[in-house]
């Protein structure tokens, strides 16, 4: 294979994969006039179209779709062992990206990374934050963070974080008026502050649990947020009782801001975990970020 038929073809790789010119000349750092006629050289030369161009989007023919499904574990399969010829390197170097949720993002990956980088400037960490449930090969990510009971079971699943537990929590100018509860069901007669989940639009149903029972309780009250950090604020502001993660309430309980209840409801269970898919040629830097990440309790 000649070094422009290889240049053809990655350039309808990324065309077909992005279904937009645009989207593929940013991703290939090129022009869109320079990569349509590189597609239409490859058309050309194969005889046949690859590609249904319309005003709105670009789709693979049927030839396209043949195409494609024998080129990109070929293409990919070539990156993976190009990325892992930086082990050869003394440094390890390379963009290692990584989706996850904003409290995964503060409280766990920020701390070890910012210890981890400056020993190993060659390596570029790309984080996404997002709550939804991304699909990482999809959208080209090297890893996600999510909690361990939403992880595929065909991904490889790395604990970076220690058991977590949620908190129920009021302020104490809340119970100056109102009572603590003492059981789930004593929620219906206080006002609560709901979360919305930013991946499914639904509000969150707090998850309650005491020996063998487990319960899930909707609440009612006045406000609804989509940011756990707005339904501890309101908390804190006296708006009713709100339900988040321990480790964000901790320090308001110790020094008196906030009143915790129900504790004995709310159990620990797995905390946050890397997940990625198996690749047997991972690149030097995101097996260094892996072990840098990961939980040893």
Sequence with gaps: MQRDELVDLNAFLAVAEEQSFTRAAARLGTSQSALSHTVRRLETRLGVRLLTRTTRRVSATEAGERLLQTLAPALNSIAEEIASLSELSEKPSGTVRITTSEHAATSLLWPKLKRLLPAHPDIHVELSLDSGLTDIVADRF?????????????????????????????????????????????????????????????????????????????????????????????????FGLACVMEDQTNEHVQAGRLIRVLEDWCPPFPGYHLYYPSRRNASAAFRLVVEALRYRG
Excluded at 160 to 189: C, H, T, W
């Design 142 to 238: 090297d890893a996600g963070v999510r909690l361990e009971e939403t992880i595929a079971r065909d991904m490889i699943a790395v604990p970076i974080g220690p058991p977590l537990r949620m908190a129920v929590v009021g302020s104490p100018e809340y119970f100056a008026s109102n009572p603590k509860p003492l059981r789930p069901q004593d929620l219906a007669q206080h006002r609560c502050i709901n979360l919305r989940m930013r991946s499914s639009g639904g509000v969150y149903a707090w998850e309650l649990e005491k020996g063998r029972r487990a319960l899930r309780v909707r609440v009612e009250g006045q406000l609804t947020f989509n940011s756990a950090s707005m339904v501890r604020q309101a908390a804190l502001d006296g």
